[in-house]
């Protein structure tokens, strides 16, 4: 429903105030809030102030506003990304131990490959992924795992608008892309060399439900100089503990 100037409903407001804050963004004041989700001061700081009441956002002793310990509290009750996190871990602390890099797991959310987990070595290489944070399905070998074992709606959806160019490596054509994602298809895993950074490569695999579309996607960062064999064949194996951990959480639901 309707019921400000400008059409916004109250949940528009609501959405856009939560989505300014991002993992690099964890404290705001309630002005940048306003300024960040396009809502008039006044409106900016009541809605804050509701969600403050609410316990979704906290505010600090100088007036700064965080997320709140009970938005993640309502946000991971029967929690999908949850499910698939926690069967995942264990698979990943073994590839993590063997391959001692980074390894990943993302899900497909709102068309962008949206990371859950991610373990990481102190002498591992580059790598940008962040915990909760999202990256185009088109540019990381996460995405597009997902990306080719999704429905040809979405792929064509994805393909249909401009692909953003993170390096000189990325692929930003749609045919170069559609070529790639039938390789993922037939070869069961990506291998994605500087297609974030220069520096290094992404391979990933799918964890596939039962309808065979990818569920998940788990991926190492290796350096780009690094075979991805030995990796690969780790995240193989992984994947298939992750498929059977979930598909027995769902038998005892």
């Known amino acids: 429903m309707a019921n400000s100037p400008s059409g916004d409903s109250v949940t528009d407001r609501l959405v856009r105030v939560l989505e300014t804050f991002t993992p690099t963004r964890t404290v705001q004041t309630a002005t940048e809030i306003g300024r960040r989700a396009g809502l008039p001061s006044s409106t900016a700081h009541r809605v804050v102030g509701e969600l403050v009441d609410a316990g979704l956002l906290d505010r600090d002793a100088e007036g700064r506003i965080r997320v709140g310990v009970r938005l993640w509290e309502l946000a991971t009750r029967s929690s999908l990304p949850l499910r698939v996190r926690q069967a995942a871990l264990p698979a990943m602390e073994r590839v993590q131990a063997r391959v001692r890099e980074h390894t990943q797991l993302a899900i497909l959310e709102q068309d962008e490959a949206l990371f859950l987990e991610r373990l990481s070595s102190p002498e591992a290489g580059a790598n940008i992924t962040r915990v909760a944070g999202r990256l185009p399905l088109h540019a990381s070998s996460s995405g597009l795992v997902l990306l080719a074992f999704a429905d040809a709606a979405l792929q064509e959806r994805v393909l249909s608008r401009p692909l953003r160019r993170l390096s000189p490596r990325t692929p930003t054509d749609p045919a170069a892309v559609r070529r ?12 994605a060399p500087g297609y974030i950074e220069e520096v290094s490569t992404g391979v990933a695999v799918p964890v596939r439900d039962d309808s065979g579309r990818a569920a998940a996607a788990l991926s190492v960062v290796l350096p780009v100089d690094a075979p991805p ?3 690969l064949e780790e995240l193989h194996r992984a994947a298939r503990d992750v498929e059977r951990a979930l598909a027995g959480h769902d038998r005892r639901k």
């Open 229 to 231: 064999g030995p990796a």
């Open 180 to 191: 790639k994602l039938a390789e993922v298809r037939r070869l069961g895993h990506a291998i």
